[in-house]
């Protein structure tokens, strides 16, 4: 840390360190507010997480300050519902855990957890997709799924049942497992990777697949029969 020698024998920091060593001001803060939240993709219980995070980066944890920041961030549809929600009290004036609850409980009904798991069970990998790319897919469809205790199973089962490799599925399916060593979600993925490093997926030309098999073409039907009027055989 850069310091200075002051007159008096004390010492105080340079402007870039005591800069950064201070609290955000109120201006500061009213623009750096979270993203509006949208429905459609992300989950309240996400959307949340970044609220805390916001509070603890802008050193708010007054309760009334949270609402008011709260109201500011989740964007003009969601405001117009929890203000209905609240009527004939506006939200500003609620307590930020009550504001806060019922925005859960909304978004979270309107969830059919049935089609949340649907969409999980029916995701495999696709075509030119990195595990890491199908991992990261199948995180962010279980986050919705409630699985509970189960995740980790419930992931590696489809992460494995929706491989494009046999390769990698037999492999991992014959791997033997006991109580020290189960066979994990991570263990799996491990699994898969290497195989996916020693033989990394062949490129294919997409765009244009020439049929090269032989021609079966045949002469035209009418060569050789006899006309019905001239009893010709010739065309």
Known sequence: MARRAQPNG???????????????????????????????????????????????????????QKVLHLLAAVGSEVYAKVANMCAPVKPR???FDEVRAKLKAYFSSKRI??????????????????????????????????FGVMLDDMLRDRFVL?????????????????????????????????LEVANPPKQFNTIAQIDRRPSTRQAPGGRGKQCMCCGRTDH
Do not use: M, V
């Open 10 to 64: 004390d010492f105080t920091e340079d402007g870039a360190t005591a800069a950064a060593s201070r609290p955000l001001s109120a201006a500061q803060r009213s623009t750096a507010l979270p993203q509006p939240f949208q429905s459609t993709r992300e989950s309240w219980t996400h959307y949340e997480e970044r609220l805390e995070i916001h509070f603890e980066l802008n050193g708010i944890s007054d309760d009334r």
């Open 93 to 95: 004036d609620k307590p």
């Open 113 to 146: 957890l049935l089609y949340e798991r649907r969409a999980f069970y029916l995701r495999s990998q696709k075509e030119g997709e990195s595990l890491a790319e199908y991992d990261n897919a199948l995180r962010a469809l279980a986050d919705s799924c409630d």
């Open 162 to 194: 929706g491989l494009r490799s046999q390769e990698a599925i037999t492999r991992i399916a014959t791997e033997p497992i006991d109580a020290q060593h189960p066979l994990t979600y991570q263990r799996a993925i491990d699994i898969a990777t290497s």
